[in-house]
C-alpha cells in the first residue's frame, strides 16, 4: 500500500502546486496518470516472487527500481515525454476557456454546457481518449515484462499492443475499470490511490502472465 500512498502524497503535491490554475491542474493530474504504468514497477517485482514461492518484501521492490534496465528506463523516459506532451496540448485547449470568471473547475462546467466551450471541451476529451488508448495499448504488459524477461524495448510494446488487439473485449473492459477506479480514486480527494494502486499494479502482473506465453523469452537475471 506504500506505492499508493506515495501516488497519493505525488497528486497532492500537484494540486498544491497548481491549485491557482485548474487548466494546469486537470492537464497535470491527467498527465500523472500517464505514467502510472511504470510507477507499479515495485508491484510487479512483489507479485513476481509471489509467484516463484518466494517471501516479497519492500526491500524487493526498491531494488526493482535500483536495478531498472535500459529498456524499463526508456519506457518510464516515453511516459515521461507522453505525459509533458499531453499537459502542454491540454493546457492550450483549455487554456482560452480559463478566463473572465472561469476560476473554478465548476466555473467551466456550467460554461461548457451552455454551449460555449463545448467545442474545446469535447477535443479536449477526444485528444485525451486517443491518448490514454495508444498509451494503455504500448503499455498494458510491457512494463511487467521487461521486468520479468531480457528483451528490448521495441518488443515489449509490441507484445502489449498485440496482446491488446488480440484480446479487444476484455482489454476494453480493463481499460474501463482502470478508468472507472481511476475516477473513483480522484473523487475521494486522491485518498483511494492508496487501495487502487496495488489492487491494479498486481492485477496488470497477472494480466501479463495470463496474456504472453513467455517461455521462449530470455529470462532477466536478479
Known amino acids: 500500500m506504500l506505492h499508493g500512498v506515495l501516488v497519493f502524497i505525488a497528486g497532492w503535491v500537484i494540486l498544491a502546486l497548481a491549485r491557482n490554475s485548474w487548466p494546469l ?30 517471501q516479497p518484501r519492500l526491500a524487493d521492490a526498491v531494488r526493482a527500481w535500483q536495478r531498472g534496465t535500459r529498456p524499463l528506463v526508456a519506457l518510464g523516459l516515453l511516459l515521461f515525454a507522453a505525459a509533458t506532451a499531453w499537459v502542454v496540448a491540454s493546457t492550450l485547449l483549455l487554456g482560452p476557456l480559463a478566463r473572465g470568471t472561469l476560476t473554478q473547475p465548476l466555473d467551466f462546467l456550467r460554461y461548457a454546457v451552455d454551449g460555449q466551450g463545448w467545442l474545446l471541451f469535447s477535443l479536449w476529451l477526444l485528444a485525451g481518449g486517443l491518448g490514454a488508448a495508444l498509451v494503455f495499448a504500448a503499455t498494458a504488459v510491457s512494463a511487467p515484462l521487461l521486468l520479468d524477461r531480457a528483451v528490448d524495448l521495441r518488443t515489449a510494446v509490441l507484445t502489449s499492443v498485440r496482446a491488446v488487439g488480440d484480446n479487444p473485449l476484455p482489454m476494453a473492459l480493463w481499460a474501463a475499470v482502470i478508468m472507472l477506479a481511476t475516477l473513483a480514486s480522484l473523487a ?27 517461455k521462449a523469452l530470455p529470462t532477466r537475471v536478479d
Do not use: C, K, N
Request: charged share 15%.
Open 25 to 54: 491542474m486537470a492537464s497535470a493530474l491527467s498527465g500523472f496518470v500517464l505514467v502510472a504504468p511504470i510507477l507499479a514497477t515495485g508491484l510487479y517485482e512483489l507479485s513476481r516472487r509471489r509467484e516463484q514461492g518466494r
Open 188 to 214: 475521494t480527494a486522491l485518498a483511494g490511490f492508496v487501495l487502487t494502486v496495488p489492487v491494479i499494479g498486481h492485477a496488470t502482473w497477472h494480466a501479463y502472465r495470463d496474456l504472453v506465453d513467455a
